[in-house]
């Protein structure tokens, strides 16, 4: 499906489509357990996790994170 499959989709205002898009996504993440995960997603998670386990004193905290990023320039 496209947006030029709905017109009156097309022609809206920019807040109606994002209040549309907040819809959907609550009703994909409503379903999202019947979504499968693929199997890289679950290595890359086990990966992650085994080295924080391995170096949990490595990397930042996420606050710290948020305030690198934020004040780039």
Not at 41 to 52: F, G, K, P, Q, T
Request: no cysteine.
């Amino acid at each position: 499906m496209k947006i030029a499959d709905i017109p009156q989709l097309r022609d809206a205002p920019l807040a109606s489509k994002l209040e549309l898009v907040e819809e959907l996504w609550a009703e994909i993440t409503a379903k999202s357990d019947s979504l499968p995960l693929p199997e890289w997603h679950v290595r890359e998670l086990d990966r992650s996790l085994a080295e924080y386990q391995a170096n949990p004193r490595e990397g930042s905290p996420w606050p710290e994170v948020k305030t690198r990023i934020l004040n780039r320039k």
